[in-house]
């Protein structure tokens, strides 16, 4: 038996079966043409019973999107971006999403793309973590050679100093101000470390990586912490650099640890690490098919909400 053949019309949008954000095609009277299908799990209905419905009937509040098919019937359309509540009948709560209405290559054609609220606030705060941890590295980097510039001469003149003095009382202050020049020179060398090593790519196995943080947590907290591992070992290597992440997932882990001091100490800690393989993730605005997620969870009290904001400040 052959399997049944796709419309002409289906065909033209099969590649937004594969996102993972919910895809209207609208005519310009409002009549759904084709859902995708994260959309049909979105709304709780099949792709049939949608298609050829006004999808107007769907929102709270329709007017921005009657708006945008009137444009589009008057080859006056432009770009429309708003916020709405979606209407389901299974489930029946309404959704909140931000919606995106761009018309299609056909003049009487618009598509619709509804990301849930809570996505978008969370794709708006990675970008502005994304950009602040920039803004925090420029600054770092130029803090540092600010620091660095006169320390070579403080260090010098103490030195010069200390050839010129006899007593031997006097030349130990200089020899703290030598000592403390010699402090602050390792203090930058360290904050400007990241940005003088060279990137080791190569591939890279998140498990590897998590098993050597796993190691190095166990042996400094020997009890009083259980350490679960919850791998998807059908994840590939990928190319990274393997040094900079075990540092990066240890520092995770270690806070966490440490905020686990209480339950350690009640030997009821618990700390889980966890790979997955996400689809259709938008980081930095830019959308990739396929991303490795990497979870480091912890039963500890929780990042406070007063400081949320703030986490990745220097």
């Known amino acids: 038996m052959n399997p049944p053949s796709r419309s002409p ?56 999107l009657v708006h945008a098919l009137n444009g589009a019937k008057a080859n006056e359309f432009a770009a429309l971006r708003y916020d709405a509540e979606l209407l389901r009948i299974n489930p029946e709560e309404a959704l909140p999403v931000h919606v995106i209405v761009a018309q299609s290559d056909n003049v009487d054609e618009v598509i619709i793309e509804l990301l849930p609220i809570q996505q978008q606030t969370r794709q708006d ?27 070579g001469g403080i260090r010098g003149a103490a030195q010069l100093l200390e050839m010129e003095i006899e007593s031997k009382e006097l030349t130990e202050y200089t020899q703290v101000i030598i000592r403390e020049a010699d402090r602050l020179q390792t203090l930058v060398d360290r904050l400007l470390a990241p940005h003088r090593r060279p990137h080791m790519v190569g591939d890279v196995n998140i498990h590897e990586v998590c098993e050597r943080v796993r ?14 591992r919850d791998y998807d070992t059908s994840i590939p290597e990928f190319r990274g650099d393997r040094e900079q992440l075990i540092q990066a ?45 990497l979870h480091v969870i912890d039963n500890g009290p929780g990042v406070p909400d007063s400081i949320k904001d703030r986490i990745f400040f220097p």
Do not use: C
């Not at 759904?32 to 769907?58: H, I, K, T, Y």
């Not at 190691?215 to 679960?228: A, K, M, Q, T």
């Not at 905020?259 to 009821?268: C, K, L, P, Q, W």
């Open 215 to 228: 190691s190095l947590i166990v042996s400094e907290f020997p009890r009083g912490i259980r350490v679960i």
């Open 9 to 64: 019309q289906h065909s033209r949008f099969h590649a937004f079966d594969l996102l993972a954000t919910p895809i209207a095609v609208l005519n310009s009277s409002g009549a759904v043409r084709f859902v995708n299908a994260e959309l049909e799990d979105v709304m709780g209905q099949s792709r049939r019973s949608l298609e050829g419905d006004s999808f107007l009937q769907f929102f709270a509040d329709p007017q921005p």
């Open 249 to 293: 997932v240890l520092n995770i882990a270690h806070n966490a640890a440490l905020a686990m001091s209480d339950r350690i100490t009640e030997g009821d800690a618990q700390l889980i690490f966890r790979t997955r393989i996400a689809r259709q993730v938008t980081f930095g605005k830019q959308r990739y098919r396929l991303a490795l997620e």
């Open 125 to 151: 705060r990675e970008e502005r973590l994304i950009d602040q941890a920039q803004a925090n590295k420029e600054l770092i980097r130029n803090l540092a050679h600010e620091i660095k510039n006169p320390l």
